[in-house]
């Protein structure tokens, strides 16, 4: 139990474009999703909370008009980077914690993301 | 903010156990967690511990908790190869419970 997914797992895209991830959690019904952004060899970065059907709240210094999420459904978020450019590339991953006393995040695998 | 800290790398031979410790500075009365993180994969629930328990063994696992010192570790009995990977730390953050801080993470490596 506790599966989340995302895909792609890997994009390379131009500079310019917008690119897409998606994380659905595939067995139960995630009421909060977390998206994060690890640099190589550093620990993850939480950019943004989301609940579903409510806006998203960003961490500080995260701008929220270049990294769209939505949270249209109990099993699905998405991540959109608008506008990518190569400082854009990193390896993204999301969360969901569903109902339950622990509060434990399951996490997707992540997503490649290069911007050439 | 919550600063969690750890060691960046730890090597063991196999068979051995590994300690890979984690220290915090606040943190709510909650969950803290330990999850795996193999190359370019995501991240890996291994265990959690309540903040009211000192101890919790699983299988080879054993995540001692010392709250007075707000002091994590993970020991891993007869590590393995399989074993070798990036281990983070993660902790509540204060006044938030669904977020949490995590650990740089520390690399174990495991000689054969």
């Known amino acids: 139990g506790a599966v989340v997914s995302q895909h792609p797992s890997r994009v390379i895209c131009k500079s310019g474009t917008s690119v897409k991830i998606e994380c659905r959690s595939l067995?139960?019904?995630?009421?909060?999703m977390f998206w994060y952004r690890q640099f190589p060899k550093q620990s993850l970065m939480l950019m943004a909370t989301s609940n579903e059907g409510s806006k998203a709240t960003y961490e500080q210094g995260v701008e929220k008009d270049k990294f769209l999420i939505n949270h249209a459904s109990l099993t699905l978020s998405t991540l959109t980077v608008t506008s990518a450019h190569p400082e854009d590339s990193s390896f993204y991953i999301c969360s969901a914690q569903g109902e339950g006393s622990t509060d434990t995040q399951y996490f997707g695998p992540g997503t490649r993301l290069t911007v050439l | 903010g919550e600063d969690v800290e750890q060691s960046l790398f730890l090597s063991v031979r196999e068979g051995d156990s590994s300690v890979i410790n984690c220290t915090y500075t606040d943190s709510s009365s909650t969950y803290l967690y330990w999850y795996k993180q193999e190359p370019g994969a995501g991240l890996q629930l291994l265990t959690y511990i309540f903040s009211n328990m000192d101890m919790k063994q699983d299988q080879r696992l054993t995540v001692l908790l010392n709250k007075k010192d707000k002091h994590l570790s993970l020991r891993i009995a007869d590590t393995q190869t399989g074993d070798s990977a990036i281990y983070f730390c993660?902790?509540?953050?204060?006044?938030?419970?669904?977020?949490?801080?995590f650990g740089i993470g520390t690399k174990l490596q495991v000689i054969p």
């Open positions: 067995d139960f019904q995630a009421t909060t």
């Open positions: 993660a902790v509540p953050r204060a006044g938030g419970y669904q977020k949490v801080t």
